[in-house]
Structure formats: structure tokens, C-alpha cells
């Protein structure tokens, strides 16, 4: 046994030690960035199993996105093997819930082959619900409603809950299309990203067996980013935790940047109040950065009031490193310049693409660094951008499976009935649209009921005319029905779908009449790839046990493993495939990295290039109107940002730069020209300036 302990104690730090082997208890951690918290959780984990022997699937860890999960579930079976990282709970809070409604279903009101929507499922219902409402999609954009309902759930708020009273014009719309949203997924039976949460809240409070079976089943959970829990999310936690089990909480309140979407910082105030940690642990000192760029972000981070503790990060090693660069270009193509020969520099002097990172404020910055790399052959992957699952041909794709688990899903019929043409027009779906809601069904019910009567002697000829038109189509769910219950595996069932629904071909045509090349996007490649991520996925999840989850028993298990390949496909929009098809993971070969600053968050690269860093920019224009601490948390921002680099930190602006077209010049940023201000006439300064 103290072999096991020394083997998972050693290479942490006293304070890290304590944290790890500390006695069962609610703990909490708030330290800065690059601490090692991260390797703290984990380490705490292989502790409990391998010392506490408490058991793998006792243990829930949440973390903030799938990356950080997979990364997690690795980190893990290197140290406790493959069996232990199979059993554990690791997830980000949706995926918990989703797998808890799926076995939960019918006490959440829910079936349990419900599917979740994903945000373009969320916009075009919003779309199709404003029509129908006859609401202006100019003035009330669908995508801004989409959100605003995501905002409400995301406070915890039903349409009933909300007060007429107080709202504007605008509050009162959203109001009203809620009110219909809120049936139709009921209806559809689908649910979106904030109800996986928002449920799962209701369904812990509402009925007392399932939540004391969670008691149990969890003896200990821990929580990764903890700053940015939301209120809800917060909340769903207390109810995980019973008497008996404990949390772990670990956080920086420096580096809180979802508040815009609910995250809520203060909950680690109240985290000591509910949970009275018997411990707190604080981890002094940096592992990840030179001094110098430690330096500059606490300048810069002092810069905010509203801190819970005041950290000043220093490098456990006391290595300076080498200076920060800070780089003034003329225009936004000498940055990208000036970004692409520094990354060659450090390529020649043996630092790996793939150690890289190019980091920017919003996604509409990486287009000219894209353009640059590319020209000059330079392989890079982005994070962030229009990631796989949320390309068209692959929600196309998706939306026929979903249809075939989900006979309610009309968002998912709609978006493909006629994808491709089947000449079937919108007059067509009206009168589909007439007869589900006389039947009160749905409308590939109303579809099959069609086809029925359009077949009989006596049926009108209006009717035999739309049954002519829908027949190719409601052949074809038939028969991929059919396909389904027999299917041999699902990377083949996938195959059928792609390809006798039309979707490949049509693709394969568009791209060849588009005349794309390897290099551009080729959708019906994406499509192939979507079936290597079926194959991936299967692999993956062969023998899992679903044997505590008890609606789902009630399913076929051909139906069982499509479902949860969907879940994991909603689940995973915003991440890339590898070149095994799998999610997730990162991608592999040398590549330099880009993204935006809030997808970098818990990472870390040998070199950061933070580009962009101009007035307005960031801090971001728009968060600056549109809320009262804009400022903290776009400081917060640009401290992730500069706190991801190990040894080299660039950071650069723009004396002109085009956006949206028009030629704007803002100057560097309030931050950047704060921090350099503090080091005036001071030696020696931990920046050096270029000008390019
Ligand atoms: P962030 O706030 O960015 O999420 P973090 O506090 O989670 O950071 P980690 O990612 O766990 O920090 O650790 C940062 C780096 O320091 C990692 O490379 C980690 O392996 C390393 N590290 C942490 N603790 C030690 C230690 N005691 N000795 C050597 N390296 C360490
Ligand atoms: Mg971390």
C-alpha cells in the first residue's frame, strides 16, 4: 500500500500532496492559473480507487468540454489502467444529465428514445414557430430568440414562470414563442442543450427514489472549472451529493469568462456556506510559465476588483524564461505575417506546430491567419470554427437517423423531406402539416396515414396526387427502418442512410459541379468520415454496461446503440474528428493550433500567439455595451489567453484592420497598453516591443 501511495504522491508539491491525500471530505481548491489543479483532480481520483478503494463507478468527475473530459479519461487509464477509466463517471455536466434522462425517462416525462436538439434544430424550430406566429424573422432573429429561450431555462425559468408584467417588446415574443416551443419539443418529443439541465434539476427535486439512488450511486464527485458553473448546474449539484458523499471543488475565480452565458463565479463563495468544505487548499505555485509572462498577467489581472483572492502567480522553478513579445503591425496581414515567420523561427529551433497556438478574441479573426498559413503551406487546425457536427451535409445525415429513432421528431423531418429534391413543395407539407394536427400526430405519421388512404379505390384525387408525392419518401423511411431493426453494425447502417437517402451523391455532385479540390471542404469526404466516427464509436463503446440504466431496457439494443451515438453526436458539435473518425481526441499530426480564447481554456502550448489584442476588440465592443462587468470578465479573458504559454508569449495588435469590411483603427488594446504603462521607466521589463 505506501508503495501506491508514494507512486501517486510523488512529483506533486507539499500543498498538492495534501490536497490529494487528503482524509473523505468536501474540499475546495481556488488557485491560479497553471497551479496544477487539473493534475491535482486527477491524481485525487487515482487515490480514492487505488487508496480509499473507493470504486470507479462510485466516482463522478464533471469537467467543462468533451476535450477536457477525453483528456481526463486519458490521464486517468495511464495511471489506473483501462478497466478504471471505463467505469468512472467522466463527463461535462450535459452529458451526466443526458445519460440520467435517458435512464430516468419516464419519470422526467420524457420517452426514452428522445433525441436532443442541436442549435441549428433549436433555430430552425424557432424559425418555423415565428412564421407560423407570423413574427417578423428580421426584427426578431430567430438565432437571438433561440438564445434568449436558452438564457431563461439557463436561469431556470419555464414559460410559466416568467412575469408579463415586467417584459418589453422584445421579452414579451420571446415569451410568446417559448410558449409554443416549450409543446412542440414536448410534442416532438426532443429536448435541446439547457433542458438536459434544467429537467434533470426537476426531476432530482421532484421525485425522491431517483434522487437517493444518485446518493448512493455517487460517493464522491468532483468538479473540474468550477468557476464557471452556472447557478443551475450548481444547484444540480447539491442534488447529486448526498449525506454520505462528498464533493471536490476546483476553480480560479480569475479565470470565470462564461458569465455572459450564466456561469457565476460567486458560487465558490457559496460553495463554503453550503457544502462548509472541511478543507481548502491553496496551490501557490506555477508550473506552466516563464516569469516574465507570470509577470505580465498578474499586472494584468490586478487590474480587475471584483477577486475572491489575490493571486499573484510565481514559477516554481524561479526560471525568468524569456521575455514576453509584444508586436505592433500596420495591418492585420503583417500580423499574420509576423505570426507565420515567428512560428517558423520556433519550428526551426525544434518546437513542434502541434506545441503552437494561435488564440483570438472571436472566430471572424482567424480568417486572414488562415489565409497566410495556407498560402505558405503551413498545416494548422482550428478549434472553434465551424466544427464537423455542425457542417449542413452532416445535421442532413443526422436528422434522417433521428427520424428513424424518433417517428415525433417534425424538426428533424423538415429539415430533410426534400434533401435532397424530391419535388416536395411547401404545399405538400401544408396539407401534411393539416392532417398530423387533425390527427394529433406526428408528421411522418401523417405521412404513412397518407400514403394509406391515397391508396384506397375511394380516396379523393387531391389526396392520391400528394400520396404520389410523398411515396418515394415514406418508401424510403420504410425501408431504412427495416434496415435499422436488422442492422449487422452501425457503421453500416450509417453507410445505408448516407447513401440511399440521396445525401451522398447529391454532395458528391455539388462538390464536383463547385469544382472543390482536396483542400476545400469536400462534403460528401465529411459524410465517409461520419461513417468512420460510427465505426469509431462502436469500437469504443462495445460491451458497455446499460444495465443500470432501466428505460432504456425496454428498447432494442440496434435501437439502444443508434440513440446513443446521437447523444454523443449532439453532444460533441464543437469538436473535431481525428483521422480515426473519433471525437474529441485531438488531431493528430503537426499541426498548429487555432482558436478562440474561450475554447483554450484549461490547455497549454509551448508558444501562444494572442492576436487581435486591439481596443475593442478585446476587450470586445459588445460585451462592454451590453453588460455592467463587461470589463472584469473581458480581463479575465486576455488572462487565460496569456496564462496557456510555457515558454513563449506573443501578443499583438493591429493599427488598421478590416472588419466586416470597413477599415477600422482602434489602437492596441486598454489592457495591453495598462500593462506596458506599469513597467514605464522601471528595469528590467518583462516585454520587449517590435513594430511590423
Ligand atoms: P488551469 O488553471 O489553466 O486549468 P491548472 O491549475 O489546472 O491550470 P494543470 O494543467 O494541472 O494546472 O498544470 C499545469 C502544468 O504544470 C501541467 O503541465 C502540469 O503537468 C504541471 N505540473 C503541475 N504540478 C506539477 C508539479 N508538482 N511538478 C511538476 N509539474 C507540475
Ligand atoms: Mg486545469
Known amino acids: 500500500m505506501s508503495a501506491e501511495r508514494n507512486f501517486l504522491l510523488k512529483d506533486l508539491n507539499d500543498a498538492q500532496k495534501e490536497a490529494v491525500s487528503a482524509p473523505r471530505e468536501n474540499m475546495l481548491i481556488i488557485a491560479g492559473a497553471g497551479t496544477g489543479k487539473t493534475r491535482v483532480l486527477v491524481s485525487r481520483i487515482a487515490w480514492l480507487i487505488g487508496v480509499e478503494q473507493v470504486q470507479p463507478r462510485r466516482i463522478l468527475a464533471v469537467t467543462f468540454t468533451n476535450k477536457a473530459a477525453a483528456e481526463m479519461r486519458q490521464r486517468i487509464g495511464a495511471i489506473s489502467g483501462e478497466e478504471v477509466q471505463r467505469a468512472l463517471w467522466t463527463s461535462t455536466f450535459h452529458s451526466l444529465c443526458l445519460r440520467l434522462l435517458r435512464a430516468y425517462a419516464n419519470q422526467a416525462g420524457l420517452t426514452p428514445d428522445f433525441t436532443v436538439m442541436d442549435s441549428d434544430g433549436q433555430k430552425l424550430l424557432v424559425k418555423r414557430i415565428e412564421k407560423d406566429l407570423g413574427i417578423d424573422i428580421g426584427d426578431y432573429r430567430p438565432a437571438m430568440v433561440a438564445a434568449s429561450i436558452s438564457r431563461f431555462k439557463e436561469r431556470g425559468l419555464r414559460f410559466k414562470n416568467i412575469e408579463h408584467a415586467q417584459m418589453g417588446d422584445y421579452g414579451a415574443t420571446v415569451r410568446r414563442v417559448y410558449k409554443i416551443y416549450e409543446k412542440s419539443c414536448i410534442r416532438e418529443n426532443i429536448v435541446d442543450f439547457s433542458e438536459l439541465i434544467l429537467r434533470t434539476v426537476e426531476l432530482l427535486e421532484g421525485n425522491e427514489r431517483v434522487r437517493e439512488l444518485q446518493h448512493r450511486r455517487f460517493e464522491e464527485i468532483l468538479v473540474d472549472e468550477f468557476q464557471d458553473t452556472s447557478s443551475l448546474q450548481y444547484k444540480l449539484l447539491g442534488l447529486l451529493k448526498g449525506p454520505q458523499s462528498h464533493v471536490l471543488a476546483v476553480g480560479d475565480d480569475d479565470q470565470s469568462i462564461y458569465g455572459w452565458r450564466g456561469a457565476d463565479f460567486t458560487n465558490m463563495q457559496n460553495f463554503l456556506k453550503d457544502f462548509k468544505p472541511v478543507h481548502q487548499v491553496a496551490l501557490l505555485e506555477n508550473y506552466r510559465s516563464g516569469q516574465n509572462i507570470l509577470d505580465m498577467a498578474n499586472t494584468l489581472i490586478s487590474g480587475n476588483n471584483d477577486r475572491l483572492i489575490e493571486k499573484k502567480l510565481k514559477n516554481a522553478n524561479g526560471g525568468s524564461g524569456p521575455q514576453v513579445t509584444v508586436m505592433r503591425c500596420r495591418n492585420e496581414e503583417l500580423e499574420a ?22 488564440l483570438y478574441r472571436n472566430n471572424s479573426l482567424s480568417g486572414v491567419m488562415e489565409k497566410t498559413l495556407s498560402t505558405h503551406g503551413v498545416d494548422y487546425v482550428i478549434y472553434g470554427g465551424l466544427k464537423f457536427f455542425e457542417r449542413a451535409e452532416i445535421l442532413d445525415a443526422v436528422a434522417y437517423m433521428r427520424l428513424l429513432l424518433n417517428e415525433n421528431d417534425d424538426t428533424a423531418l423538415y429539415r430533410i423531406i426534400n434533401v435532397p429534391s424530391r419535388k416536395i413543395g411547401p404545399s405538400v407539407v401544408s396539407k401534411l402539416q393539416e392532417v398530423a394536427s387533425e390527427r394529433g400526430c406526428s408528421l411522418l405519421q401523417a405521412i404513412k396515414l397518407v400514403r394509406e388512404y391515397g391508396k384506397m379505390p375511394e380516396a379523393a384525387k387531391a389526396l392520391v396526387t400528394i400520396a404520389r408525392r410523398i411515396e418515394g419518401f415514406a418508401s424510403l423511411m420504410e425501408e431504412l427502418q427495416q434496415g435499422l431493426e436488422h442492422m449487422s453494425s452501425l457503421s453500416s447502417f450509417a453507410g445505408e442512410v448516407v447513401q440511399k437517402s440521396g445525401l451522398y451523391i447529391m454532395y458528391k455532385e455539388k462538390d464536383e459541379k463547385e469544382k472543390r479540390g482536396e483542400y476545400d471542404n469536400l462534403r460528401h469526404k465529411n459524410l465517409e468520415e461520419l461513417v468512420n466516427n460510427a465505426a469509431a464509436f462502436e469500437r469504443e463503446h462495445q460491451g458497455e454496461d446499460a444495465s443500470d440504466d432501466e428505460a432504456l ?5 440496434q435501437k439502444r446503440l443508434l440513440l446513443e451515438y446521437l447523444s454523443s453526436v449532439s453532444l460533441a458539435a464543437g469538436t473535431e474528428l481525428n483521422a480515426q473518425g473519433q471525437a474529441g481526441a485531438s488531431v493528430p499530426g503537426d499541426r498548429l493550433n487555432l482558436m478562440t480564447i474561450h475554447s483554450s481554456k484549461g490547455l497549454e502550448f509551448r508558444a501562444v500567439f494572442l492576436i487581435g489584442f486591439d481596443n475593442k476588440i478585446l476587450p470586445s465592443q459588445l460585451s462592454l455595451e451590453s453588460r455592467e462587468d463587461g470589463t472584469e470578465e473581458e480581463r479575465r479573458l486576455a488572462y487565460v489567453a496569456m496564462t496557456r504559454a510555457r515558454e513563449r508569449l506573443y501578443l499583438s495588435y493591429a493599427d488598421y484592420r478590416r472588419i466586416f469590411g470597413r477599415l ?28 511590423i
Open 337 to 358: 505575417q509576423a505570426v507565420l515567420s515567428e512560428v517558423r523561427a520556433l519550428k526551426r529551433q525544434g518546437m513542434r506546430l502541434c506545441d503552437m497556438a494561435v
Open 664 to 691: 477600422e483603427s482602434s489602437g492596441p488594446s486598454i489592457f495591453l497598453r495598462q500593462m506596458l504603462l506599469s513597467y514605464s521607466g522601471k528595469r528590467p521589463q518583462p516585454f520587449v516591443t517590435e513594430r
Open 553 to 557: 431496457a425496454s428498447l432494442s439494443p
